[in-house]
C-alpha cells in the first residue's frame, strides 16, 4: 500500500520555483539523447538498415531458442502426448490387419534417448554460459 504525502503550500511552490530553475524544464528529448550519445565509448556500430536487419534476426534466434529449450523443459508425458506425432501410419495399419513385417516398432531405444537428453543438456548449459 502507498502512503500519501501532504506537502504545505509553501513545500510545493518551492518545488515549482527549484522546478522552473532546472535545466530539465526547458531540455528537448532532441538535446537529452545528444548529450547522453557523446557520453558513449568505444566501438560503437551505426545502426543501418543491415546492422539492424543482422541484430534483429540474431535476437529473434536466440528467442526461438531459449522457447525451445523451455518447451524442452517443461516437456512432460502428456504434454507431448497431446502435441500428437508419436503414432505411426504404418504400425496403425499393422495392427488392423493383425500381422506385422517382424519388427517391433514399439520398443524404447532408451540409448538414443538418453543421447538426445545429453544433448539437450549440453545446448542448455552452452546458452547459460554464453
Known sequence: MGSFVLKTKEQRAAEKALMDKSPLKTLTLEDFLESER???TGTL???TPETFAKWKKERLDKRAAEEEARKAKEATG??????GGWEEEESEEESEDGEGDGEETDTWDLQ???RET????EKKEAERLA
Open 78 to 83: 502428456r504434454a507431448m502426448f497431446e502435441k
Open 118 to 121: 545429453e544433448a539437450l543438456d
Open 45 to 47: 556500430t551505426p545502426v
Open 112 to 114: 538414443a534417448l538418453r
Open 38 to 40: 557523446h557520453k558513449l
